[in-house]
């Protein structure tokens, strides 16, 4: 694939696609980046910033960006795309920070895991000449911080845009040429969609890992020990989505109450039903849906989006779908 895809028309041939990346938040998904963009040269020149000086002192020893900047509205200066990765709950407030600095015709984007509550908090503060389109990287791992990026990670995840409506097209071309060159499908869907299908796929799926895993571990006539000795039978994977980063998955749940609300009403009724076939001794009831769900599993395995290891195909710092 062409590094200079997604380039401006008219622009040099072999030429970066973007001349000035500024990455605000240099954790796990904001230092994959850095490295994706550096690997495939997607833009001439990488500017980072964190509000931790402790993550700008790791990300200069990592050699992960051209300048670390101190603040947000130095990061921006002159940048052509601009992609925050703070936690969700801090990208509107970075927003109006960095706003009045942003240069004329900037892509503004960002990766946070919900998209609806984003947009009502970055579109209303942002001048006329900036190009907002925002997006989520559906890849993570359950690690944080600037060591735990790498180049890989958003290989043949998805990366879904939520363009508004009035977006420049050119501008939606643009970024979905950079995700596809860092690896990445790319998906245009509305935002409320996007929440909707994440809260089944992502949000609850990990508010039950940190429910069991805090389940078990308030349990009185079960040790902690035997949790932990015993915990190969299914607890394991639970207690690794149960470890992702507090910070982050606080503000998932408080920016996507709505679709989270909705979803785990329907969890629950259809956890009350398979209450009611274990306690009615319905096996055929069980084993229909066992085997339902058994296919589901097959699906993503032959969509490529998994393997058929017995681990799940995960080893410590590969990719999941977060
Ligand atoms: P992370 O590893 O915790 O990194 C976030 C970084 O942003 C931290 O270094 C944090 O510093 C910094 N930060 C916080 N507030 C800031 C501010 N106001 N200005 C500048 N820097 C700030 O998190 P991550 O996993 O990369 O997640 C980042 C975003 O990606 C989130 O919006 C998340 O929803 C989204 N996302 C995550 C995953 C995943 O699986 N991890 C997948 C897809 C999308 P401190 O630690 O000092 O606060």
């Known amino acids: ?15 970066p696609a973007f001349e000035r990346l500024c990455l605000i938040g240099i954790g796990l998904i904001g230092s ?24 700008r ?25 601009v992609i925050l990765c703070v936690p969700v709950g801090a990208i509107g407030e970075v927003a109006r920070a960095i706003a009045p600095h942003l240069r004329d015709g900037a892509i503004l984007s960002d ?18 000449n900036v190009h907002f389109i925002p997006a989520h990287p559906v890849a993570g791992t359950e690690q944080s911080g ?29 970024l979905a040429a950079f995700w596809t060159a860092a690896g990445a499908n790319v998906e245009i869907m509305n935002p409320a969609h996007h929440d ?17 895993v805090g389940t078990a571990a308030d349990l009185e006539e079960v040790t902690q020990s035997e949790v932990i000795k015993f915990s190969a039978g299914g607890f394991r994977d639970f207690t690794r989505i149960a470890a992702s980063d507090p910070t982050m998955w606080r ?3 408080l920016n996507n109450k709505e ?22 001794g319905d096996g055929q009831g069980l084993f229909d849906l066992f085997t339902r769900t058994r296919a589901i599993r097959r699906g993503i395995i032959e969509q490529g989006q998994e393997t058929a290891a017995p681990d799940f195909g995960r080893r410590k710092g590969e990719p999941n779908g977060d």
């Not at 994959?32 to 020149?45: E, N, P």
């Not at 002192?57 to 795309?81: F, I, N, P, Y």
């Not at 990766?111 to 509550?117: D, L, M, Q, T």
């Open 146 to 174: 600037p060591d735990a990026g790498f180049a890989a990670l958003f290989r043949n995840r998805w990366c879904i845009l939520t363009p508004p409506l009035e977006a420049d097209p050119k501008a939606v071309a643009r």
């Open 251 to 253: 503000d998932v749940f």
């Open 259 to 280: 679709a989270v609300l909705e979803m785990l009403g329907r969890f629950n009724e259809d956890l009350t039903a398979l209450q009611r076939m274990i306690r009615r």
């Open 1 to 15: 694939m062409p590094d200079n895809l997604g380039a401006q028309p008219g622009s040099t041939p072999g030429a």
């Open 57 to 81: 002192r790791r990300v200069a020893e990592l050699g992960l960006a051209d300048k670390v900047a101190e603040t947000a509205e130095v990061a921006v200066h002159d940048a052509d795309l």
């Open 196 to 212: 909707l299908v994440l809260a089944i796929t992502s949000h609850v799926p990990h508010l039950i890992a940190y429910n069991i």
């Open 111 to 128: 990766v946070g895991s919900v998209k609806s509550a984003v947009i009502a908090d970055v579109a209303p503060c942002l001048p006329k």
């Open 32 to 55: 994959s980046i850095a490295h994706i963009a550096r690997q495939k040269a997607l833009a001439r020149t990488i500017v980072a910033m964190d509000v931790s000086a402790d993550v």
